[in-house]
Nanobody, 126 residues
């Protein structure tokens, strides 16, 4: 059973930075897709960024040039989301997700992912 644990959320001023981490544990394939999603109150869950085991990435238009998804190559179980130039509209609960590799570029639709973390809150004030 795959388990995911996020950390690193918190509060930041607009223009600031935060880095989220996701630790993946349990039995899993070396061929995978990892992603970060977010959900604000009253809104649907949306994909933010994704990465495959081959290093291909996809970003939502709203975060391109500001956010970066990465992995610790020495530990194929640790993933990050570096968030720079934060905006108040980035405020949401952020979730990491794991799923099978289905091709490149990786997808940002929730049904493509089979395992989810509990989420970490990010709040950006103006």
């Amino acid at each position: 059973q795959v388990q995911l644990d996020e950390s690193g959320g918190g509060s930041a001023q607009a223009g600031g930075s935060l880095r989220l981490s996701c630790v993946v544990s349990g039995s899993r394939s070396s061929i995978y897709t990892m992603a970060w999603f977010r959900q604000a109150p009253g809104k649907e869950r949306e994909g933010v960024a994704s990465i495959t085991g081959f290093g291909y990435t996809t970003y939502a238009d709203s975060v391109k040039g500001r956010f970066a998804i990465s992995r610790d190559n020495a530990k194929n179980s640790l993933f990050y989301l570096q968030m720079n130039s934060l905006k108040p509209e980035d405020t949401a609960m952020y979730y990491c997700a794991y799923g099978p590799f289905v091709g490149n570029p990786p997808r940002l639709n929730p049904p493509a992912y089979s395992h989810w973390g509990q989420g970490t809150q990010v709040t950006v004030s103006s």
